[in-house]
């Protein structure tokens, strides 16, 4: 299982820190990544992460703004957002997965395990 926290309400330009813990089987060499859901819009990729951390991809709306990581001692992936904009407002899920080769999986249906979502609500 994968719960994740860390969502809120918080200005533009302001800042959040989102946790994804995991449980219940070891993830520890998984790719893990997020997503958002913005209302009315598709699951978008946000970030993805190496199983052992040491490679990490970012869509280019993400780029220099925000940064994931992760403690597999804790099986914990995080994801650090900067300059937030009212844009960025969304649910934002974690996700994982064994078999995925490339950081570049755009497709949600590629990931496998999901956690339940945080709110992220960016106030103008």
């Known amino acids: 299982q994968l719960q994740a926290s860390g969502g809120g309400l918080v200005q533009a330009g302001g800042s959040l820190r989102l946790s994804c813990a995991a449980s219940g089987r070891t993830f520890r060499n998984y790719v893990l990544g997020w997503f958002r859901q913005a209302p009315g819009k598709e699951r978008e990729y946000v970030a993805g992460?190496?199983?052992?951390?040491?490679?990490?991809y970012y869509a280019d709306s993400m780029k220099g703004r925000f940064t994931i990581w992760r403690d597999n001692a804790k099986s914990t992936v995080y994801l650090r957002m900067d300059s937030l904009s009212p844009e960025d407002t969304a649910i934002y899920y974690c996700a994982a997965d064994p078999y995925i080769r490339s950081l570049a999986t755009y497709n949600p249906t590629e990931w496998t395990y999901w956690g339940q979502g945080t709110q992220v609500t960016v106030s103008s």
């Open positions: 992460i190496s199983w052992g951390g040491g490679s990490e």
